[in-house]
């Protein structure tokens, strides 16, 4: 049994959040997670927060937080999240503007700045990756940037391992390669060939999650958190088939 909590990325079930907030997180605890990961706090206040995270058990393992957050409101963020007891915070992806060399190298060098403020204030900034990172421009990968360009103290990853594969890359080997960056990792599965390839729920797919887990663990991962971008069933029913696999293989 793996002792690494699997929460939820509440992206998932964002239909169903954005008319009961607080009802979909509590069934979120039902289904057998063990945290959340947010994507927007429903309006809830910080005392709010901790109230609903108290009753569900519900540990906060991370939030995605717009880059536009993050450059005009950091300190709100910082005050909020702390007053959680949320200490991952990270950036889910780059407007489409930075998506160029140049940006890759200003959004590194804006990581380091964020994430030595974070580091001060007990927490740790984060990044989550598509595909897009991995496309060549300029012979080097925005992926070979971030990594390159930033302070390994003070930025960490996020790997999601269904874009990963995506971009043509074995998950697995990419953490192997960068132990030690990653201490969240996403779970999402994978259908179809080429173009048509489409998400999944864990177990679901083609993805072999075997030695993902093998590697994520072996490099210091403390959180699997299942995420799905689209659903192609009710929203919750997709999260609770991703907890059931999970639990079967022992690591929920």
């Not at 002792?3 to 057998?32: E, H, N, S």
């Not at 200490?87 to 140049?102: E, M, Q």
């Not at 177990?203 to 799905?228: L, R």
Request: glycine content about 10%; overall charge negative; some cysteine.
């Amino acid at each position: 049994m793996s002792k690494i909590p699997v929460a939820l990325q509440l992206y998932t079930v964002r239909d169903q959040l954005a008319t009961d907030f607080c009802g979909v997180v509590k069934k979120v605890a039902q289904m057998g997670y063990a945290g959340v990961e947010f994507a927007g706090t429903g309006d809830l206040s910080a005392t709010e927060m901790n109230d609903l995270l108290g009753e569900t058990g519900l540990k906060p393992v991370g939030s995605h937080i717009g880059l536009n957050l993050f450059q005009d409101q950091l300190d709100e963020q910082i005050a909020y999240y702390k007053a959680i007891g949320c200490k991952y915070l990270g950036i889910p992806a780059l407007p489409h503007d930075y998506r160029t060399t140049k940006g890759f190298y200003e959004i590194a060098s804006f990581m380091n700045k964020v994430g030595a403020t974070l580091k001060d204030e007990g927490m740790t900034l984060y990044y989550h990756n598509h595909n897009f990172e991995f496309e060549c421009v300029d012979d080097v990968t925005g992926m070979e940037i971030l990594l390159g360009e930033t302070d390994s103290e003070l930025v960490k990853f996020e790997v999601d391992v269904y874009w990963v594969t995506y971009a043509g890359l074995d998950p697995a080997t990419f953490i192997n390669e960068n132990a030690g960056r990653l201490p969240l990792i996403h779970l999402k599965d994978m259908i179809g060939e080429g173009d048509e390839r489409t998400f999944a729920e864990v177990g679901e797919g083609t993805i072999d999650f075997e030695p993902i887990f093998v590697a994520s663990e072996a490099q210091g991962a403390i959180c699997y958190i299942v995420e799905q971008d689209r659903c192609q069933r009710p929203s919750l029913e997709s999260a609770q088939m991703s907890a059931d696999n999970l639990k079967k293989w022992g690591k929920a």
